[in-house]
């Protein structure tokens, strides 16, 4: 059979030959086959298949000639040497964690103490990697023979009792602390003794001779050359100096003088030394225990009129400060200890204030940083108050010192007079607070009338609620609470107390100074005192509340009190209220934030948190602002004091700014 | 726990029925009466305790009745939530490392003394490595002294604080948690020192060779 054979379905065939010819290079014996040979189309494909391979092959020749050669096998080395490296220092990262949670649960797995998940996953992993099997056998091997070791050592037996030795030791201890007490003691009596001998003799010291000398030989007056004031004190207020002295009072430059300064430092260090010893013997004897003791000392002996200047307390107020003369009265306490180191150290702390009384311009710094009372006697305070033509504000300030029952009286009058005054409505209800003999519904219609005269302020809320906690009123006192909550700020009036104390001082016939001075010291101490009775009041209730399990009730006292706190911040006008506003929200924050980790909601505590942090930046503010104001007091300028006295009596000490900061 | 409450009304329980805790809280409140049960049921362990760190048993006796007057001193302090035991070693410890440092020895410096007092005679039977030696032919008794004493070699040659882990889970057999209260540490942090002191004494083993021939 000759002749041309056109494209068809065996062409087909004989290219699928054709393709698998040319891969195994049997292109000869295909080439020759009788559809080849016969059919030219395929003929002239497989020519030029055969002309493409021989073109590639040409090409790849060229390539090789022609592109650089590249050893990439070092290349490969170092990196696989970097991630061996890489792993070494992995692993060495991971030695040096103390805890590893892969070797924990083989730990586990091999003391068989693993869980059944865990034990799975061990097993699957000995499963997947025979080098780890080995090396947990080996290990279990190991643990293995330590544990045997262990069981087969013989440990050393106790053979004698050890009791009876033990036993005598603790009592050779019990009197080896005895002996240290009774020494403690003795010391403290023994220093006792001596600042009895050194007060007295304080007492006669007259240096008024070389303060003079001192004056006439310097220049301190300012630049127009004024002379100085010289503070003479009325003779019913003065010291207890005797008559002499009474003449000589020191100048305003007491800087000057070294003998008092040396006196009042050697005082200063016995009262020290005795505070430490009475803290360290006797921790449980708190600030409220010592204020009781004194206050039943005062009771007994606030008809004792002399030329002291004398600390008789108001009725309402806990006074720190006692007569030197109370160190004779022995103060019996419940546990009988420590009578006489309380003694000392009251009757030192007295005899200090007294010399800076002496001098109070001169040392107003000192006097401030103290916080010194400002009082009269309740015979004084009536002598006052039957003067004509006496100040509102005077009588007021007079008030303060009378007798609580005799108060209420002439408080009554005055609201008579002027219903709509808020401020005779608080000293009403601090007045009926402190009587026995009064019903609950007074005080409350007292507080209603304050608040509805005072809407804004939170005070009269918080009193109300501590008084119906007190008279076991749970639900009202909440109402209270919520109300508190929904006032905006806080006032204690504590300014118009002050300035009512300088007015009857003034009255009394105080040097004006002086009357200043002392109502500036004394400016917002009570205050601050009946808060904080109110507030531990209010977070004992609280915990109370938290030890039942109502947390809810507890809480909304916390945050009150918080708020409370902040409200003193953002309104009062004195640093020192307001730093006391900020620890009683921390106060409040803290058991806020235990009753939430208690409770174990958590997710509630950041806020907190956050607000603690600033409380602790704003506290350190104002106690920088604090020191700066009684700064202001350490200047040889009289003038300078009373600028910035008059200043604080009617605006607080918040806005005051030094020379240098304004 | 805290048991205290039902005992401060002064009933008459023996005091050996009582937890540790509720006896601590006895002596915090005065009764020295469970001092005394808590040195009866104590002594020994903590005379042992003690003679892991001193070597000496003059030494270790003296070291349990201070360990007691501290626990005494320290009553007021216990907290009723953590157990007596780690406490009470605990401070046993750190009696015992300051006597040390007082005498500059170093605990656990050799574990010869360890070596010394074996009693083969207690061993029990084992999986594998260590078997009961009455049961073992003389051969085969051999192989397992000469295997211990490469293991007691490679021991001696740990770090302090890595035979101190060894000494108190293998020779008090103490649990993990309990080692790392005594240790004021972790029980995770103990079991992975335990798994690298295992580990690093097959690696030492292995390379010695000799361990399996």
Redesign the interface.
């Known amino acids: 059979m000759s002749g041309k054979i056109s494209m068809n379905n065996d062409c087909e065939k004989y290219r699928e030959q054709l393709y698998y010819g040319i891969i195994s290079e049997e292109i000869n014996e295909i080439f020759y086959s009788e559809h080849i040979d016969k059919c030219a189309e395929c003929k002239n494909f497989v020519e030029k298949i055969k002309e493409m391979q021989n073109n590639l092959i040409t090409i790849g020749e060229n390539l090789q000639k022609t592109l650089p050669k590249i050893d990439i096998k070092e290349t490969i080395f170092t990196e696989i040497s970097k991630v061996k490296n890489g792993e070494q220092v992995i692993r060495n990262a991971i ?1 040096k ?5 892969e ?2 649960e ?3 797995y ?2 068989e103490e693993v869980n059944d998940v865990s034990r799975y996953r061990c097993e699957l992993k000995l499963e997947h990697s025979l080098l780890l099997r080995d ?1 947990i056998e ?2 279990c ?18 053979d ?4 009876p ?3 005598e ?2 009592n050779h ?1 019990k009197e080896k602390q005895e002996e240290k007490i009774k020494s403690i003691e003795k010391l403290e009596e023994e220093l006792f003794e001596l600042s009895s001998a050194i007060t007295p003799a304080l007492n006669d010291v007259d240096i008024s001779a070389q303060v003079a000398k001192k004056i006439k030989g310097k220049d301190y007056l300012t630049k127009n050359k004024e002379k100085p004031k010289i503070f003479k004190l009325k003779s019913n207020i003065t010291s207890n100096r005797n008559e002499k002295s009474k003449d000589k009072i020191a100048t305003k430059h007491a800087s000057y003088n070294y003998v008092i300064p040396l006196a009042i430092a050697a005082v200063l260090v016995l009262t020290l030394l005795g505070v430490f010893i009475n803290f360290s013997l006797n921790q449980d004897l708190t600030n409220r225990q010592i204020d009781t003791a004194t206050n039943s000392n005062i009771k007994e002996n606030n008809t004792i009129r002399n030329d002291t200047y004398k600390t008789t307390q108001p009725f309402y107020q806990i006074d720190s400060e006692s007569n030197s003369q109370n160190k004779q009265i022995a103060i019996k306490m419940d546990n009988g200890k420590s009578t006489h180191r309380k003694n000392y150290v009251e009757g030192a702390l007295s005899v200090w204030t007294n010399q800076l009384k002496e001098n109070a311009l001169a040392n107003a710094g000192k006097l401030m940083r103290m916080g010194v009372w400002a009082t009269l006697s309740p015979e004084e305070a009536r002598e006052l108050l039957q003067q004509s033509g006496l100040s509102p504000e005077a009588v007021l300030g007079a008030v303060q010192f009378l007798p609580p029952d005799e108060a209420r009286v002439v408080l009554q009058a005055a609201i008579d007079n002027n219903p709509n005054d808020a401020y005779l409505r608080y000293a009403m209800v601090q007045t009926l607070m402190k009587l026995d003999n009064v019903s609950n519904d007074d005080i409350y219609n007292h507080l209603t009338e304050w608040s509805q005269l005072d809407p804004s302020n939170a005070l009269p809320h918080f009193i109300e609620a501590e008084l119906y906690m007190k008279n076991g009123l749970p639900d009202k006192a909440i109402n209270c609470i919520t109300d508190a909550n929904s006032a905006t700020n806080y006032n204690s009036y504590s300014t118009i107390t002050a300035k009512a104390y300088m007015e009857a001082l003034l009255a009394k016939g105080v040097d004006p100074e002086m009357a200043k001075l002392l109502a500036s010291a004394s400016l917002g101490l009570r205050e601050s005192q009946d808060l904080e009775n109110m507030v531990q009041t209010l977070l004992d209730y609280g915990k109370y509340y938290e030890d039942i399990g109502d947390y809810e009730t507890a809480l909304l006292i916390y945050e009150a009190l918080k708020n409370l706190g902040v409200k003193i911040d953002t309104s009062s006008t004195l640093i020192q209220e307001r730093i006391a506003g900020l620890e009683y929200a921390q106060k409040a924050v803290n058991a806020m934030l235990r009753i939430l980790s208690s409770t174990n909601t958590l997710s509630d505590t950041q806020s907190l948190i956050d607000f603690t942090q600033t409380l602790n930046e704003m506290m350190t503010n104002y106690n920088l602002a604090l020191n700066n104001f009684y700064k202001l007091f350490d200047t040889d300028n009289p003038a300078l004091i009373l600028d910035v006295l008059n200043t604080y009596l009617t605006n607080g000490n918040v806005t005051i700014k030094s020379t240098n900061q304004q | 726990m805290n048991n205290s409450l039902q005992f401060m009304d002064g009933d008459k329980t023996p005091r050996s029925s009582y937890s540790d805790e509720a006896l601590m809280t006895l002596l915090a409140h005065g009764e020295e009466t469970a ?2 049960e808590l ?2 049921r104590y ?2 362990e903590v ?2 305790f003690c ?1 892991h760190y001193l070597r000496d ?1 003059e030494m ?2 003296d070291a ?3 360990v ?2 501290r626990l ?2 320290a009553r007021d302090r216990y907290n009723s939530e953590k157990r007596l035991k780690p406490w009470l070693l605990c401070i046993a410890r750190n009696l015992c490392l300051n006597e040390l440092k007082r005498q500059k020895l170093i605990h656990f410096e050799t574990f010869d003394s ?1 070596i010394e ?4 005679e ?3 039977p ?5 078997e009961n030696q009455k049961s073992l032919t003389p051969f085969e008794k051999l192989v397992i002294e000469e ?2 004493k490469i ?1 007691w070699d490679e021991l001696n040659k740990l770090p302090e604080d890595a035979r101190e882990v ?1 000494v108190l ?3 008090e ?1 103490m649990h ?1 948690r309990d080692i790392a209260e005594i240790l004021d ?2 029980e ?2 103990v ?2 020192k ?3 002191i ?2 690093y ?2 690696d030492r ?2 390379e010695r060779k000799d361990f399996d021939e």
């Open positions: 030695d964690e103390d805890v590893i949670p070797f924990v083989w730990n586990l091999i003391e090396e080996q290990i091997q190991i643990h293995q023979s330590l544990n045997n070791i262990g069981s087969t050592w013989e440990a050393p037996v106790l004698t009792d050890l009791l030795s033990i036993l030791k603790i201890y | 001092l005394i040195v009866q002594q020994n005379f042992r003679y048993i270790a006796k349990v009745q201070e007691f007057l005494y001193i360890y007092n074996q009693n083969y207690q061993s029990e084992t999986k594998q490595g260590f295997r211990q293991l060894i889970r293998y020779f057999k993990a540490t972790t995770g942090a079991r992975t335990l798994h690298r295992l580990k004494l097959k083993l292995d």
